[in-house]
């Protein structure tokens, strides 16, 4: 606890000070009460008298702050001492003289006896109890399901008076008890001439003061500690030059990279590669390029990549993210600032075969790329204000991501101990923890560690402790609950199968969008293509936008015909379909009717109907005296009815004044239709029978 505020008071001014002398005592008559007589009368002797006691005595708590004193540790090693003034403790002769004539002496001797003889009653002691055994190794934790949680421990203060911004931090291999940060200013135009230029590594039980400094010639903006030696750290400059570190040999860097053959901008991330003697590294730089180096020869980088995807055009992608993970020697990922994730092959012969793929999904640059430590496939990425999750089978587009949140994403990483764990800090100074197992949609804890913005985190090897970076050079060390540390049962299991899942669901949704894409394709087709032929006079841009323009608008007037077309055909089909269920349900006397007035109306036509041409086939006027029982042909139109044709509908009106009311030429209509001929077996040709009618 800090102090904040002092209050001070000198003591002359708490009030007039108390004076003592040898005097009598004397009173004070602005402050004495004299005796009064009367008073006495109304005093009353309380008999009995209760009073309550405490067994414990009173006392009073009180709170007080102390100065923050600096602490450091330091070791002394004796080597050898006890010696008399007449030996000289350098010759060898002197000294095995001196010691043959002690071990002659008699004193020497019983007293060794007799310690001797107490030291291995202790050692017996030793060897009947192992005082270190684990009694209970053998029996496995119960699975306790407690709401995730995670608290501060500590924090860690650039003693550096410049504000630095924390830009990345790393665990040391060897147990996870030292943190080291890499302090930068990578705000344009923001450093000025009094900062300094220190790196700093701390030892996670003391956070008054740093470990060790790392002194190099620029500042530096990434670092990463070797996975096979402890005490050597690869770093990437602010001025694209790398350094390497052996932490034994003191603060300077043992090697760093020449200017001409180093990246020409700031190295954004360095990563340790699996070798046999744990020196070699590659780093990557928003000017475009990978670099591989040697810590044993770093004059020059032992290969170069640029990162030029395009086949017609040199421009390169800037990088600004590296993923290496060791069972797979050969393969690594770039993240670019683009908003693209590369995927490369080391053993490429050329620099277009060292390029594999790419996943594209971010619309900002890519802050970090990390695979998942059980399920190699898949990985997760930082980018804009988005964290998303990959499979390698899906490039077009991420499996998994989280939603649009307010505040940018800086960093993220997975848990070491759980596969379904992961963790992310933002601007707003709040770190976020996601567990799909539990959660999918919303993180599942959301702990706000300071009022900064964080910049980095990283979680330590056995998954209890993390540390985050914020922007005013603090490291903060937290401590996460059981929860989230503990796997659970089968939690890589189901990992897989949601991972399975969205993965199958995303294929899905690409084959149907490849397919409307296709069918898009098809659909424009008709669009003549307007470039000019070879030889030709360019066509105005314009005069192909008109008829680019024109051509479009004919295609959907044509297809809004169609489908026009398409459903009045369906509105006839199924207002036939509808007037035969209607005639099944009208009753058998109202049929009956209507058939009696289809034949007297029949009748009625043929006898207004004009002789037949003496030309005329003898099979036409069968035809047409036989009306009652065969229907007409659909091509002849059927006269106007008569008034008196419309008679027998009268003697109905009463019970279907819907069929009365309709209109004979309907009605012909209606009958003419081939459609809607009525079936043989109720021996005439019938129209379309009106709205169903209650008898």
């Known amino acids: 606890m800090e102090i904040t505020r002092v209050y001070r008071k000198k003591r002359r001014e708490?009030?007039?000070?108390c004076t003592f002398g040898d005097h009598a005592p004397r009173p004070d008559p602005n402050n004495t009460i004299e005796p009064n007589p009367e008073l006495a009368k109304e005093y009353i002797r309380r008999n009995p008298c209760d009073a309550a006691i405490q067994c414990a005595p009173e006392m009073s708590e009180h709170q007080t702050n102390t100065e923050r004193r600096m602490t450091e540790n330091r070791g002394m090693n004796h080597v050898e001492g006890g010696w008399p003034k007449d030996v000289n403790v350098q010759e060898v002769e002197q000294t095995i003289r001196y010691r043959g004539e002690v071990e002659k002496d008699e004193v020497y001797i019983n007293m060794i006896g007799r310690l001797g003889t107490t030291m291995e009653h202790a050692i017996k002691q030793n060897n009947a109890i192992d005082i270190f055994e684990e009694y209970f190794d053998d029996v496995k934790d119960e699975l306790v399901m407690e709401p995730p949680t995670a608290k501060i421990v500590n924090e860690y203060r650039d003693?550096?008076?410049?504000?630095?911004?924390?830009?990345?931090v790393c665990w040391s291999p060897d147990g996870g008890y030292k943190v080291a940060g890499a302090y930068s200013i990578l705000d344009f135009q923001k450093t000025g001439s009094g900062v300094k230029l220190d790196s700093l590594i701390w030892d996670i039980e003391n956070p008054s003061k740093p470990e060790m400094l790392l002194k190099p010639s620029s500042a530096l903006v990434t670092l990463d500690y070797s996975p096979k030696e402890a005490?050597?750290?690869?770093?990437?400059?602010?001025?694209?030059?790398?350094?390497?570190?052996?932490?034994?040999?003191g603060s300077q860097p043992v090697e760093t990279s020449a200017v001409e053959h180093s990246h020409t901008d700031a190295v954004r991330r360095v990563v340790f590669l699996?070798?046999?003697s744990g020196s070699e590294f590659f780093s990557t730089s928003t000017d475009g390029s990978v670099l591989w180096w040697d810590a044993r020869k770093m004059n020059e980088p032992t290969e170069r990549l640029d990162l030029i995807v395009s086949k017609t055009s040199t421009e390169k992608l800037g990088g600004t993210a590296l993923e290496f993970e060791s069972t797979m020697p050969t393969k690594f990922m770039v993240g670019t600032e683009q908003g693209s994730i590369i995927t490369g092959n080391k053993k490429g012969k050329t620099p277009a075969d060292k390029i594999a793929g790419m996943f594209y999904g971010h619309l900002g640059p890519v802050h970090v790329i990390q695979r998942n430590p059980f399920v190699l496939g898949n990985f997760l990425s930082v980018g804009d204000w988005t964290c998303r999750l990959w499979s390698e089978e899906i490039k077009e587009q991420s499996v998994w991501w989280t939603g649009k949140?307010?505040?940018?994403?800086?960093?993220?990483?997975?848990s070491p101990t759980r596969p379904a764990v992961f963790y992310t800090v933002k601007q707003n100074g709040n770190m976020d923890v996601w567990d799909l197992t539990a959660k999918q949609g919303v993180p599942s804890l959301s702990v706000p560690v300071t009022t900064d913005p964080l910049m980095c985190v990283r979680a330590q090897e056995a998954g209890r402790l993390l540390v985050?970076?914020?922007?005013?050079?603090t490291i903060t060390l937290l401590e996460v609950s059981d929860s989230l540390v503990n796997p659970q049962q089968d939690e890589k299991q189901a990992f897989t199968l949601i991972m399975e899942r969205e993965t199958r669901r995303e294929k899905i949704l690409e084959g149907r969008m490849r397919e409307l894409k296709l069918k898009e394709k098809a659909a424009k087709s008709h669009v003549v293509d307007t470039e000019p032929a070879e030889g030709d006079q360019e066509e105005d841009p314009l005069t192909r936008a008109n008829k680019e323009y024109a051509s479009t608008i004919e295609f959907e007037r044509r297809e809004l015909e169609r489908r026009r077309e398409k459903r009045r055909k369906g509105l006839e089909s199924s207002n036939d379909d509808a007037h035969k269920s209607m005639v099944k349900r009208l009753p058998r006397r109202t049929l009956n009717l209507l058939r009696e007035q289809e034949r007297d109306a029949a009748k009625q036509q043929a006898a207004m109907a004009p002789p037949a041409p003496a030309a005329a086939k003898p099979s036409q006027e069968p035809n047409a005296t036989a009306a009652e029982t065969t229907p007409a042909p659909p091509q002849a139109a059927a006269p106007a009815p008569t008034p008196e044709a419309q008679a027998p509908s009268s003697s109905v009106a009463g019970k279907v004044p819907e069929i009365s009311a309709a209109p004979s030429g309907e009605v012909d209509a209606r009958r003419n239709s081939p459609e809607q001929v009525a079936s043989p077996k109720h021996g005439a040709s019938t129209s379309p029978p009106p709205p169903a009618v209650d008898a």
């Open 159 to 168: 003693p550096n008076k410049s504000t630095r911004s924390v830009s990345c």
């Open 14 to 17: 708490f009030g007039k000070q």
């Open 468 to 473: 985050a970076g914020s922007k005013t050079g």
């Open 231 to 249: 005490h050597t750290i690869a770093a990437g400059c602010y001025n694209g030059q790398v350094a390497f570190f052996d932490t034994r040999r």
């Open 274 to 276: 699996s070798s046999k």
């Open 405 to 414: 949140d307010p505040s940018f994403l800086s960093d993220a990483c997975w």
